[in-house]
């Protein structure tokens, strides 16, 4: 009796570990005809030292400062690498090739040689989509980027796999699949411990709803939901061999969660069925990351007069839910209130310009609601909406604006504030994340910009930047590009990067 309990026990642990283990073979061995096939559809010829550097970005064609990052690494990888070819796992099935290479022109000025560039397009996106999982979230998203990691895998394994999106949870799938090493650029982790403290104070926000910040017994379930997710997030993160982060902030965050350990949770990790998770996937140990600020090309913006700028206060943003729009409308109308002259008086006169992308049916809708908040404040006739500009056209903006206007609490980074200073642009940002620590810093005791909290403080730091002297005015738009140019460049990024030992990792394979 015994020895049938046994048996049945090591079938149950074993049995689906064996199946993943020939399937995981049978994906390998195919990938020789895939990846032949891709340098045959390049017009490349096979050789030895060629590799391929598959880089996880779903969202790949949004315009944003993530993307950026992308076509930014790879834009440096065909200038100095020419026997790599870059694999872009891509959900943006409604756009081809060239498509997509056209768009990186126009928004990033950046050009792409086709001929060292794939795509593996994939079309299960939509379990990443937040509007999928109206509850738990974080959990039905990561499972989501996992079956689209199988997705990615199952088309093409590369040499080297790095994560540019923020989907750790697709490193088990990697790393059965594939057995490659990987790495992951973070601009923002998953979940932090910001998180969970803002669900400890029952404080709410954009991820903590009003009906779970109000009530202790809800508040104490998603604390321990937390506390599961946090558990599994670092254990995927751990599954990488070097971690990339684009702020201070994000450093901080991820090193605590490298670092993450939970006696309890160890333990019932290592009890049957969980117990299969550490069969099929591996730590490699990593604990810390290195910090490697996003490239900003600040070429052209450098190039603008910082004088004669017109009483615009602009917005650069993604329309996405944590960049916190409707604080903006807040502020500028609150901003109009106290100084009517802002809005009566033709000279004094300030428009509020909102420009960003618009990624999909959510985002769109999220403008329209926007639009609705501005006449709903009154400021209608004060407020633009400039959707999915082009790069001459944000250039333009960034040309004439006086001031930069940035909500989002705990922003990883923020490159459209680094544009902001670039161009001569003062920033108005709030009080946390990237901004705070790393970009709008005094420099050698003066300011480069200003921080906010509420839109009340963001009223008054705008009422501030837009009445400074000429002499105050010019000297800060001149400190903050310096600074700006000294710390960001694109040259700067590219020299983080490849201390990043990523080079290493794909010459051992």
Not at 308 to 333: N, V
Request: net charge neutral; with cysteine.
């Amino acid at each position: 009796m015994i020895s049938v309990f046994l048996f049945l026990f090591a079938f149950t642990l074993l049995g689906p570990v064996s199946l993943f283990t020939y399937y995981a073979r049978r994906v390998r061995s195919e990938n020789l005809k895939k990846r032949s096939a891709v340098l045959s559809e390049l017009g490349l010829a096979k050789t030895d030292n060629t590799r391929l550097v598959g880089f996880f970005h779903p969202y790949c064609n949004a315009g944003g400062g993530g993307e950026r990052v992308l076509w930014t690494v790879i834009a440096a990888l065909q200038r100095t690498e020419p026997d790599i070819v870059s694999v872009v796992y891509s959900g943006d099935v409604d756009a081809s090739k060239q498509d997509i290479i056209n768009k990186i022109k126009a928004r990033f000025d950046i050009t792409l040689n086709p001929t060292t560039l794939h795509f593996v397009f994939l079309h299960s996106r939509w379990l990443v989509e937040g509007s999928t999982w109206p509850r738990f979230t974080l959990v039905g998203q990561s499972i989501g980027s996992m079956f689209l990691g199988w997705e990615a895998m199952s088309q093409l394994v590369p040499d080297l796999y790095i994560d540019t999106m923020g989907y750790a949870f697709t490193f088990h799938v990697v790393s059965l699949l594939g057995k490659i090493p990987m790495g992951a650029y973070v601009h923002y982790p998953t979940i932090s411990t910001d998180m969970l403290a803002r669900v400890r104070s029952r404080k709410q926000g954009h991820t903590n709803a009003d009906n779970i910040s109000s009530s202790s017994i809800l508040t104490w379930g998603k604390l321990l939901y937390y506390r599961i997710f946090m558990y599994y997030y670092a254990l995927s993160l751990r599954n990488a061999s070097f971690v990339m982060v684009n702020s201070s902030w994000t450093k901080n965050h991820v090193d605590s969660i490298l670092q993450y350990s939970d006696r309890f949770l160890d333990f019932v990790h290592y009890l049957p069925p969980l117990a299969l998770l550490c069969l099929v996937t591996h730590d490699a140990g990593i604990r810390n990351s290195q910090i490697v600020y996003p490239p900003c090309d600040t070429r052209e913006m450098t190039q603008f007069s910082v004088e004669g700028r017109e009483r615009i206060i602009l917005s650069l943003a993604q329309f996405r839910p944590e960049k916190d729009h409707a604080t903006q409308l807040h502020a500028f109308a609150r901003l109009l209130q106290e100084h009517p002259e802002f809005s009566n008086v033709r000279e004094k006169d300030v428009k509020l310009v909102l420009v960003g992308g618009s990624r999909n049916v959510e985002d769109a809708t999220r403008v329209e609601g926007l639009r609705s908040l501005a006449r709903d404040l009154g400021i209608e006739d004060h407020t633009q909406f400039i959707v999915n500009a082009s790069y001459p056209d944000m250039l333009q903006w960034l040309s004439r604006s006086s001031v930069g206007l940035s909500t989002m609490v705990d922003e990883h980074f923020g490159i459209n504030v680094v544009e902001f200073m670039a161009a001569g642009v003062i920033p108005v940002t709030h009080a946390s994340g990237g901004p705070l620590k790393d970009i709008v810093v005094p420099v050698d005791g003066k300011p480069t910009g200003f921080h906010a909290l509420t839109p009340e403080t963001f009223a008054t730091a705008l009422h501030t930047a837009l009445t400074l002297s000429i002499e105050e005015e010019l000297a800060l738009r001149r400190r903050a590009r310096a600074w700006a140019v000294l710390r960001f460049s694109e040259k700067e990024f590219e020299k983080g990067w490849n201390s990043s030992g990523w080079k290493d990792w794909l010459a051992n394979r």
